[in-house]
């Protein structure tokens, strides 16, 4: 994702080292209780749904980054290609303190499903390094970000594994990747990362992809609930990168913004937020916070807030069961990975609120990362104006087959998209003989 990674506010200490603090394994037991589900839809038996839900591989490596002071940290990094059943493994690598082994596995059981449910010619991956790099430098964090690419040389690569941005990643880090990828192997591979600087072979349209995506998946949603937009409220919760694209899009598709937050507060406007001006205040301010011609709230109000359309665009586990029961929103469109837990899911389903996942809404993202890698790989690119047609037509047809087979299915459009994505990877093993042929038949 096009996140800026946070300029250095620090030095790092020396000696220091940031080992994994662990978390628990929640969002992998999530990711993994969804993929069970949709797999006994598919009539898959123990065995098929373990080698559907465990990572293909899955490895933890030590990246020693010497700070420009001469000293040493020492970072754990993780990578894991969960699946590479119907292309290379695709998905980004995040940056974080708080990133653990069973996020990554979990990142990468969703990359899996999303990419499928796409049809893109991509399995599921995703990598992390557990860091506070606000601390780094930024030689510190060039020298976290080269070390990272040579402990997994082996296992990266355009018909490998082709990470991208996520979370304090961006264009600059991926530039760095690229280039010590092309070093240690001594030949031009632009296709071996994504979300690069256009002027390296990244992409046109990449930066707003997922907030792009996301529009066309809640005004779908609105469709299917027969609202009509310009009678509808907005509230989005991470007003950055993909949430302030996404809020900014629904404005113009005649939404009413109401309410936005970020890391630093929340603001709420019953007669509409303008997110130019917003987005104009955050970049001088640094948060949306104190914004004139809005009053402050309490962040976890904002779920709760009067609204036709709840966008959750900040991290994992933002909508918790508590603030799934106050939620009054008629759909949630989950822009970032994860922000609704399983037992907010169960209740906004009782309550009848329409939940958009996050391996449909959010798609977008991966969408254009598998058309940079096209582009690279042919070295033509395209027009701006062509990466959005081709990034609206794929969302477009994503949002509608999840509609119909969800409504075929008598079921929530999560398990739809789990259903239909990871169809296709059975039938993909099926094919390369790893997996047996149905010995009954799906529900
Ligand atoms: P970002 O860093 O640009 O934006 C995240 C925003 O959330 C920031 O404004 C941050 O201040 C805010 N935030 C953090 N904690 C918060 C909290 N407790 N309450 C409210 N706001 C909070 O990141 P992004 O690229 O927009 O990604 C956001 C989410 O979208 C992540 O879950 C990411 O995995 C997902 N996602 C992003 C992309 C992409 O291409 N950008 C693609 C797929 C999924």
């Excluded at 598919?42 to 839900?53: Q, S, V």
């Excluded at 240690?184 to 071996?192: D, E, L, Y």
């Excluded at 011609?293 to 586990?317: N, S, T, Y």
């Excluded at 969302?395 to 299915?409: D, F, G, K, P, W």
Aim: glycine share 12%.
């Amino acid at each position: 994702m096009a996140v800026g990674a946070p300029a250095a506010t620090g030095r790092m200490a020396q000696g220091a080292a940031w080992a994994a603090p662990e978390r628990g394994s929640e969002p992998y037991a999530a990711a993994r209780q969804r993929a069970a589900l949709a797999c006994a839809s598919l009539g898959l038996d123990a065995a098929g749904t373990e080698l559907i839900c465990r990572p293909e591989r899955f490895s933890e490596v030590t990246i020693p980054v010497r700070t420009d002071a001469g000293g040493l940290v020492v970072c754990a990094g993780y990578r894991s290609a969960h699946s590479r059943a119907l292309g290379p493994a695709k998905g980004g690598i995040r940056f974080h303190p708080g990133v653990t082994a069973d996020e990554v596995r979990a990142l990468a059981l969703w990359m899996t499903v999303k990419c499928a449910l796409l049809g893109l010619p991509f399995g599921g991956g995703k990598g992390g390094v557990a860091c506070d790099v606000r601390r780094f430098s930024p030689r510190e964090l060039e020298g976290l970000s080269r070390g990272y690419v040579r402990a997994l040389l082996a296992e990266l690569g355009p018909e490998q594994d082709v990470p991208a941005p996520d979370v304090y990643t961006d264009a600059r880090v991926m530039a760095w990747m690229c280039d010590e990828y092309e070093r240690c192997t001594g030949h031009a591979a632009p296709g071996a990362v994504t979300g690069k600087p256009v002027l390296l072979g990244g992409s046109l349209g990449r930066d707003e992809a997922t907030g792009r995506g996301c529009v066309v998946a809640a005004l779908a949603a609105l469709r299917q609930l027969g609202l009509p937009p310009e009678r509808c409220r907005v509230a989005v919760q991470g007003f950055g990168n993909a949430g302030g694209v996404a809020a900014r899009g629904l404005h113009a598709a005649g939404l009413r913004l109401v309410a936005v937050s970020d890391s630093r507060g929340a603001i709420h406007a019953p007669g509409g937020l303008d997110p130019e001006r917003l987005l104009r205040h955050k970049r001088a301010s640094g948060s949306v916070a104190g914004y004139p011609a809005a009053r402050a709230i309490p962040p976890e109000a904002l779920p709760g807030l009067d609204v036709e359309v709840l966008v959750p665009a900040a991290l994992e586990g933002s909508i918790p069961a508590a603030a799934a029961a106050g939620v009054r929103a008629a759909c949630v469109v989950e822009a970032a990975n994860g922000p609704v837990t399983p037992e907010a899911d169960d209740i906004l389903a009782r309550r009848g609120v329409l939940v958009v996942p996050d391996v449909l809404a959010n798609a977008g993202g991966v969408t254009v990362s598998y058309f940079e890698w096209a582009q690279d790989r042919a070295g033509w690119f395209w027009p701006e104006a062509e990466v959005r047609l081709r990034l609206e037509q794929r969302m477009q047809e994503a949002c509608a087959r999840v509609q119909a087979a969800a409504a075929a299915r008598g079921c929530t459009l999560r398990h739809a998209a789990y259903v239909l994505g990871l169809e296709r990877v059975v039938a993909a093993l099926r094919l390369r003989g790893r997996l047996p042929e149905a010995t009954r038949p799906p529900a």
